[in-house]
């Protein structure tokens, strides 16, 4: 009769345990469900907010300066320095050198400005920056160099 009475509770345990097994297998095999509008797309858009435009932050036009000096223009974010164009009047060759933060660029004659000259530097719209936004504008600055002052 003891042996009876153990068979069957160690059956009603499996019992127990089996069924606690498959309601947590039904309970993981359940589908989700539908969100009320039928389909799981997001919400519509309601308002589209562009990027802030990219733009050119200094302004060098009315400056003065040395045959021998860079100009620097600052942009309000970094440069993608391969869509730069940018062009000088009267026409000088120059080197350009960005910043390491690709935010500013030094522009500075191969050899020298010519003395008592005005440039002007032209940067135009196609400057995209590394979010690949143009530029806002064309931006022209214009600067003269100081007199030659002898030796």
Request: charged share 20%; net charge positive.
């Amino acid at each position: 009769m003891k042996q009876s009475k153990t068979v069957y509770l160690v059956f009603a345990l499996l019992t127990i345990v089996v069924l606690i097994m498959l309601v947590q297998i039904l309970k993981f095999s359940e589908k989700p469900t539908p969100s009320p509008s039928g389909n799981a797309s997001p919400p519509p858009i309601t308002q589209f907010i562009p990027p802030p435009k990219f733009k050119i932050v200094s302004n060098i036009s009315g400056q003065l300066v040395k045959v021998n000096e860079a100009i620097k223009i600052t942009f309000d974010r970094p440069v993608d320095n391969e869509s730069l164009t940018l062009e000088v009047f009267p026409k000088e060759e120059v080197v350009i050198l960005f910043n390491p933060s690709l935010t500013e660029l030094s522009v500075k004659p191969t050899n020298a400005w010519d003395f008592n000259t005005g440039y002007t530097i032209k940067v135009s719209k196609s400057t995209r920056s590394q979010d690949r936004e143009f530029l806002d504008k064309d931006y022209e600055f214009s600067f003269q160099t100081k007199p030659y002052m002898g030796i």
